[in-house]
């Protein structure tokens, strides 16, 4: 018996060793002074946000099957008016909006308001990035 749990406690170190857990996958979105936003090493127009949120993240979903773990929003050094950080975070939450009714016609047919509680629980612990609240960076 004890020879048991020496020999399951091993295999599951050599298996934990060979599958390390996966880095966090952040979307980064930063504005500088000027409105200048950057996400990765795009730049986007505010405008265009929105847009692009949601296909960096419908992307995502589709080659791997994965969608980022969250969105950081920084606004760098500088001094950021509260006017553009807040277009900034409602385009953002725009974004998100748009992929979660990308993925939800995608995968039911359906929009998320359509689905019935158990699917868009199911939702909320599969892509919690869709859910996400707010963009803090964590500290």
Request: aromatic share 10%; proline share 4%; net charge positive.
């Amino acid at each position: 018996m004890r020879f048991f749990f020496l020999l399951t406690g091993l295999l599951f170190s050599l298996l934990s060793a060979a599958h390390p857990p996966a880095a966090e996958k952040v979307l980064q979105v930063k504005v500088d002074e000027y409105g200048l936003v950057t996400v990765g090493r795009d730049t986007v127009g505010s405008d265009q946000l929105a847009r692009y949120i949601q296909e960096r993240l419908f992307k995502s979903y589709l080659g791997t099957g994965q969608m980022h773990d969250r969105i950081v929003f920084e606004t760098g050094d500088s001094f950021v008016p509260e006017a553009v950080a807040t277009v900034i975070v409602n385009e953002i939450r725009a974004g998100q909006q748009k992929a979660l009714q990308v993925i939800c016609l995608q995968k039911f047919n359906k929009t998320y308001e359509m689905l019935d509680k158990k699917k868009q629980s199911r939702l909320h612990k599969q892509f919690p990035v869709l859910f996400q609240p707010d963009f803090n960076p964590k500290t």
